[in-house]
């Protein structure tokens, strides 16, 4: 059975930063492209950001470039979002996602975690 399992989410304040984590078990994790995705409240989920099964290639939705890093320790079978300069608009629930190509889009992702509640007080 594939089970992704976020950890990492709180309560911050705007311009600090926090890590988001997620450990994945029941797959061959470096056959998978990992991403993160957010909904926040009253929204439909979004990309986030992307990683290659290597860990070569990211990629980033422009509200997370350059504050956002993806990262993933395939020898931990987990993928990693860290988060800096935070803001209040990216409060939302993170998921994280694997897929078999890229997950710039929901109709890629073949597995979802059940998502961490990031809250981004001002």
């Known amino acids: 059975q594939v089970q992704l399992v976020e950890s990492g989410g709180g309560l911050v304040q705007a311009g600090s930063s926090l890590r988001v984590s997620c450990a994945a078990s029941?797959?061959?994790?470096?056959?998978?492209?990992m991403g993160w995705f957010r909904q926040a409240p009253g929204k439909e989920r979004e990309f986030v950001a992307g990683i290659t099964w290597s860990g070569t290639y990211t990629y980033y939705a422009d509200s997370a470039k350059g504050r956002f890093t993806i990262s993933r320790d395939n020898a931990r079978n987990t993928v990693y979002l860290q988060m800096n300069s935070l803001k209040p608009e990216d409060t939302a629930v993170y998921y994280c996602a694997a897929g078999r190509s890229s997950l710039r889009r929901l109709e890629a992702v073949d597995y979802w975690g059940q998502g961490a509640r990031v809250t981004v007080s001002s």
């Open positions: 029941g797959l061959t994790f470096s056959n998978y492209a």
